[in-house]
């Protein structure tokens, strides 16, 4: 087996961890017996497990192409180079894995891990700069023998989307305990000015931003905040260093006094921010590999999520449903929660429950079980 390690040269998003833990768990079971790593000749690693890769798994520097692209036009497009010539060389009759997205195009023998690029309403999106991204799906769905999504719903949306494949799909859902793996750094809540007050945790979104702000306004709680966390692989917008300082974010002037953003720097710090905070609130469930329900349920933090998407299918009864299309079904749910400590306890409660059922060990258990029906 040779696993695509392109994503171990760029910075950690969401796929990245799901990625990560992935591989993390499958160490643990020892089934990483003969894997390999391919990764473009001279690059630098920036996404790593904490105590590093598992140390039995060989990083193999390769290529031709990828290096040539990249001095005439730049790394970007000498990544795709090397992605699309030289690792499908390398594998040669291996099993390519790849565990975030990416992949080479008309290869067969290989397995295909889809988070953002099997989002629905990326692959329907009409806008020029998706429909790119739309094709390579479409083509990979055709062409891969093996694809893997991390949920039913995006597995019955593709499966309406390409009809000739609703049967080729796999469902890995994704583990949330590697949140537990680090003990929480609660600087973060200093560098946020968090320490002793009541906020909401939420991602930093469009959809997100553009329902909770007016519902916020109107709820008039004014000892609540909200933080919003970006958990996106691009340049750190109010990132919290390893002190705990947050950096100005460029327009926090517009933003109200009761809403903080940053984007933390590592588990730890996502750890104390979710066992800190009165709730999490999820507006999207179509992109990515959502491991901030998991993660949050982990580690006690009660969830309100919208049922739409993988949502439900991730939270079950361990949270407060409201619709997404209806402002006053979250209003009424935050109300509820910020209202009620018993409330809050039963969603903890409920939610370290929910959270037994989404476990890494379960997700490489299901992994190496696919494995072998593909060797086979």
Known sequence: MLLNGLFLTRPVGAAARFALALIAALDRRGELAGARVALP????????????????????????????FGAAFGGRLGAAAWEQLDLPREAGDDWLVNLCDSAPLWRRRQLVLLHELAAPALAASGLTARRGQAWRLATLMQRADCLVVGSRHAADQLGRRFAVRAQGLEVLPPGGDHILAERPDRSVLAGLDLRGRRYLLAPDDAPTRALLRPVLERLADPHLLLVLLDDGAGPPVGAVGADGAVPPVADAAAD????????????????????GAAGLV??????????APLEALCCGCPVV????????ERCGDAALAFDPADPATL?????????SGRLAHELRAAGFERA?????????????ALGQRLAA
């Open 331 to 339: 209003l009424a749910q935050l109300q509820r929660l910020l209202a």
């Open 256 to 275: 109200p006094p009761w809403l903080r953003r940053c984007r933390v720097q590592g588990d730890a710090q996502r750890r104390a921010l979710y066992e």
């Open 41 to 68: 000749r001279g690059a630098a690693l920036q996404a790593v497990l904490p105590g590093g890769l598992p140390p039995g798994l060989p990083l193999q520097p390769c290529g031709r192409y990828g290096g040539m």
């Open 305 to 312: 999520a919208a049922a739409q998407g993988a949502l439900p």
């Open 282 to 291: 999820l507006v999207s469930g179509e992109a990515g590999p959502l491991l």
């Open 356 to 368: 037994r059922q989404f476990t890494w060990d379960a997700a490489a258990q299901s992994f190496s």
